[in-house]
């Protein structure tokens, strides 16, 4: 059943890089939301560096006409230049502005390609700051980029003191996350309890490396696992997974990226999915996959110690990923129970982000 609004208030949805995660969200929330009168306005994902900086440009030479329209709320994602829009378009800047974080720029991994620029941490920095209300997805991603907008604002030349407006954002900013869409009633009994998923993004950031080292030692003193191995993959992927799979040839069940259907049969499949990551903000893969029934095993850092308990999460080393995945292969009863998720689900959130939608709608 889902939220409806008091009235029918007219609400421009904007994502300027709309990655899966970002696409999830964004119609998620325009079907479990009612009596709105929705519009949004999306920009692919690619072309990070130019979609970060020159979404306003963008949007500005196409869909002037939407964007000068009144709107009584904006509910844009952080990859949005909203400081700037507001200020082409006055018919935003007087709408409540509301800005959405499913990560951020300042808590990325430094090392790799993929190291963010100053101006996507500045246009994070400045549409936060024009924001009427700020969202972030979990605790983690709130306070990461507090801290790293801190560490950042020492950097510039003039020293600029930072600490009380960066701390009043803290205070005011509230934690909503992602939730995840309800399953149906039935779903197949098809588990294989020694089936290992990777279900990621094919990039250094989710580190495959680690994930693969420990496989290859498991698979080299002869311990039996099934694997699969799927997820996003981009036109550069990390060397490691051509050497996986050939060397797990044996292991390996499903390799590669698969349509929607096959896909969500494969998590139904999965015994055991597994997080190596350096740079995650909520995680839906594992989300989704743990509903779905998989054990979670999720290195104790980054976002998961607030959203898994310390049963399904291991000390982020290689030997710590190591010894719980030999111990749950080869002895099944030191594994946890199947880990409830009726808590990250939308029936249990919408009416929080009803509230986040009627806050200063019309009467």
């Known amino acids: 059943m889902h939220t409806s609004l008091k009235t029918r208030a007219r609400v421009l949805l904007l994502s300027a890089y709309d990655a899966v995660s970002h696409r999830y969200w964004a119609d998620s929330v325009m079907q479990h939301v009612d009596g709105v009168e929705w519009t949004a306005l ?3 994902a690619r072309h990070f ?3 970060i900086r020159g979404n306003p440009l963008t949007w500005l030479l196409k869909e002037g006409n939407t964007l000068s329209q009144p709107y009584d709320v904006v509910l844009a994602t952080s990859m949005v230049d909203l ?3 507001a200020g082409l378009f006055p018919s935003l800047g007087r709408a409540r502005k509301i800005l959405y974080f499913h990560e951020n720029q300042f808590a990325y991994p430094e090392s790799g390609e993929q190291r963010p620029q100053a101006e996507a941490k500045m246009v994070n920095l400045y549409a936060a700051l024009a924001a009427d209300t700020v969202v972030f997805n979990t605790a983690y991603n709130r306070d990461s980029f507090i801290d790293g907008a801190r560490a950042f604002l020492k950097q510039m030349p003039e020293n600029v003191p930072a600490v009380k407006p960066l701390e009043a954002l803290r205070q005011r900013a509230s934690v909503l996350p992602v939730p995840v869409m309800p399953l149906a009633d039935e779903q197949p009994a098809m588990r294989r309890p020694g089936r290992i998923l990777w279900n990621h993004r ?3 950031d989710k580190n495959p490396e680690d994930f693969f080292a420990v496989l290859f030692a498991l698979s080299e003193r002869g311990v039996d696992f ?6 996003q993959r981009f036109r550069h992927v990390p060397a490691i997974f051509a050497e996986a799979e050939q060397r797990l040839a044996a292991h390996i069940t499903a390799w590669g990226p698969l349509p929607e259907g096959d896909y969500q049969a494969e998590l139904d499949k999965a015994g055991i999915v597994v997080s190596t990551t350096w740079h995650e903000f909520q995680g839906l893969a594992i989300m989704e ?9 999720v290195p104790d850092r980054l976002c998961f110690p607030d959203l898994y308990p310390a049963a399904y999460r291991y000390d982020g080393t290689r030997q710590g990923l190591y010894e719980r995945l030999h111990r749950w292969l080869t002895d099944p009863d030191t594994r946890p129970g199947h880990l409830m998720t009726g808590h990250w689900e939308w029936p249990a959130w919408q009416a929080a982000y009803a509230e986040l939608l009627t806050d200063g709608a019309p009467d």
């Open 226 to 231: 099934e694997l699969t191995v799927v997820g």
């Open 202 to 204: 094919w990039e250094y």
């Open 289 to 297: 996959a743990a509903q779905r029934g998989a054990l979670p095993l």
């Open 49 to 51: 560096s130019w979609r």
């Open 42 to 44: 999306r920009l692919p």
């Open 83 to 85: 400081a700037t829009l």
